[in-house]
């Protein structure tokens, strides 16, 4: 009789355990469902000469050839981006969609000076405009959509993601770029939305996620941010912690830094944590703003030997 009944209670604990398993599987189809689109949406874009900067050196114009596109995404959306090709090198082209934090653009100085670096080792890139940010920008909306408290911020998060697909859309439309190598590099809001979006796009190579961190519910709770239901709701769509872990086997680096004033070290270890294998973090003894050696270096040579490969990554 004994082994009966635990014969029998082991079976209702493997068929709830088979439950829960078929309700997570559910749950993370309808989450992944938010940042699909139809395949056969036309890109219709618009490709032109990129606004001339000011101070640009020769040796920047001899390096790289810098366009601005337009190009349609869901929900009737024209998303924005800078195209930088290099003017060396071998076609076809490896490439990085690179995306800035919540105050930045797809122009903003940073995102220039890694679109630089990156057309000095024979990659091309190409840097989006989020939701509400750059040209996209509106004065009735923030650019601060991982305050996911707000329905709209859910929405811009989900938009950004699916516009950063279309961008690897564009990139695969190109015929100077390799389909075949291309990787992904955000920063802060960047990392964090991206996190989501490796998550969700199969054609990443590899990625580097560069002081972003996961865990938005009890990070805001740690803030004295009371978690609403709208709230919880939210993160069960956005939450990169959620996402990041379909990304591997695919090769993830992220930079962090010991003294962030922005992104707490509980944030990071949480996303990390979540992310599979092959990964690798580095903390690095700076705030929010990196040491330079984190991109010239560390994220340089990540991209030498997971993106672009071939001799010079060896």
């Not at 189809?29 to 990129?50: C, E, I, Q, S």
């Not at 390799?178 to 802060?188: H, V």
């Not at 949480?270 to 270096?297: D, F, M």
Request: charged share 25%; glycine share 8%; net charge positive.
């Amino acid at each position: 009789m004994r082994r009966i009944i635990w014969t029998a209670l082991a079976l209702l604990v493997a068929a709830f355990g088979a439950t829960i398993a078929r309700a997570d599987a559910a749950s993370d189809r309808l989450r992944m469902a938010f940042y699909d689109y139809d395949p056969d949406l036309k890109l219709a874009a618009v490709v032109g000469p990129a606004p001339v900067l000011k101070n640009e050196s020769k040796r920047q114009t001899e390096l790289r050839r810098r366009n601005r596109v337009e190009f349609t995404s869901a929900h009737d959306q024209r998303v924005t981006a800078i195209l930088t090709l290099p003017l060396a090198g071998a076609k076809p082209y490896p490439a990085m969609v690179l995306l800035a934090g919540s105050g930045g653009h797809k122009d903003t100085d940073y995102i220039r000076l890694v679109a630089d670096m990156l057309a000095g080792m024979g990659c091309a890139s190409i840097s989006i405009d989020a939701q509400y940010h750059g040209e996209r920008s509106r004065k009735d909306r923030s650019g601060d959509i991982h305050l996911i408290n707000e329905t709209t911020s859910r929405d811009a998060w989900v938009q950004t993601v699916i516009d950063l697909r279309r961008a690897v859309d564009f990139l695969c439309s190109r015929p100077e770029v390799d389909k075949a190598r291309i990787g992904y590099l955000g920063f802060s809001q960047g990392g964090m939305i991206g996190a989501t979006f490796l998550g969700v796009e199969p054609r990443i190579r590899a990625a580097v996620l560069a002081v972003a961190g996961g865990g938005l519910a009890d990070w805001g709770a740690k803030l004295g941010l009371t978690a609403s239901p709208r709230m919880t709701a939210n993160a069960e769509i956005v939450e990169p912690t959620l996402h990041i872990g379909r990304f591997a086997p695919r090769p993830l680096l992220m930079l962090s830094a010991k003294r962030d004033e922005l992104i707490p070290a509980s944030a990071t270890e949480a996303l990390y944590a979540a992310a599979g294998e092959p990964k690798k973090l580095i903390w690095y003894n700076a705030g929010h703003i990196l040491t330079p050696s984190a991109l010239v270096v560390d994220a340089r040579q990540f991209i030498l030997r997971e993106v672009i490969g071939g001799p010079a990554a060896r």
